[in-house]
């Protein structure tokens, strides 16, 4: 682990090859991606950052501004300050769920940085009325109750529903991170995914090659959503995770890191 002064990202990296970027969710941090992050590391340079805020990393702000704000795109910036501190040209990026948003805001700003994209349990729309709402809700909800109060209402959603019966160690896991995660940058990217724009109008003439991931039994980015984005996408590969949820890095981290290691094989195919 080491670090570098972009707001302090925290980062993993491991391995050595083509590079390839794995960014978590909200409200999560790198553990999502620990174990795949692993094993694709017997094949690629892989680099698991902390977002800005999130897990070990800081937020480069003055500590008396309460209300700290970014955006996705500043949150894509940052990933390109850790590419440059490391001396990385192009890279495979693969996001999951806001980690996708932030995935599609580096490559509105910088396409030419990327090799490969991969959304995993993401979405390519903007939020409508009913979702903006539903971002102010989460915020007023973060003000009241911090942290807890997005685990009691994100908790169930986020897994496989068997999850929850099968295996409370993941569930306990799972609310671990959530927990850690501070309610000051809950609350900035709750705004921020509200504001961000959509995607799918980038999606037919997208530069890059494009993979996309679903856990079968995604309940906040379900597999529609996801063979949607692939239809719109000429050449995209979609694969399904069965037996995975919203968190199919997590849940089911062998399947995740063999899909993504068949997709970064298929680019350096091509290009190399
Ligand atoms: C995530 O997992 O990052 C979020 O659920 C994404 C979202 O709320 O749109």
């Not at 929850?164 to 850690?180: G, K, S, T």
């Not at 809950?186 to 959509?198: E, G, H, K, V, W």
């Not at 719109?232 to 399904?240: I, N």
């Not at 890095?249 to 970064?264: N, T």
């Amino acid at each position: 682990m080491q670090t570098v002064s972009i707001g302090s990202v925290h980062y993993t990296e491991m391995g050595t090859g083509t590079p390839v970027f794995l960014v978590h969710g909200f409200p999560l941090d790198s553990r999502i991606w620990g174990d795949a992050g692993a094993m694709l590391a017997s094949s690629f340079r892989v680099v698991v950052p902390d977002l800005p805020g999130f897990g070990k990393s800081t937020l480069n702000v003055p500590a008396s501004k309460q209300n700290v704000s970014f955006s996705m795109e500043s949150l894509a910036g940052s990933l390109l300050e850790l590419a440059d501190a490391l001396r990385i040209d192009r890279f495979v990026l693969a996001g999951l769920s806001m980690g996708g948003y932030v995935a599609q805001a580096l490559y509105r700003n910088a396409p030419e940085r990327l090799l490969g994209l991969c959304f995993v349990d993401t979405r390519a729309n903007a939020d409508d009325d009913t979702g903006k709402a539903a971002r102010n809700k989460m915020i007023e909800l973060i003000d009241r109750q911090g942290s807890p109060g997005v685990v009691e209402s994100m908790l169930s959603k986020m897994l496989h529903p068997g999850a929850y019966l099968l295996d409370p160690a993941l569930v306990e896991r799972l609310r671990d991170i959530m927990l850690a995660q501070p309610p000051g940058t809950l609350r900035s990217a709750c705004a921020a995914m509200r504001d961000r724009p959509a995607f799918f109008e980038a999606l037919p003439t997208l530069s890059c090659p494009l993979q996309v991931i679903v856990g079968s039994g995604d309940a906040i980015a379900p597999v529609e959503v996801a063979k949607k984005i692939v239809e719109l996408t000429p050449g995209a590969r979609l694969d399904v995770i069965e037996g995975a949820g919203h968190l199919s890095s997590l849940e089911r981290p062998a399947e995740v890191a063999e899909a993504i290691e068949a997709f970064v094989r298929s680019i350096e195919g091509k290009v190399g």
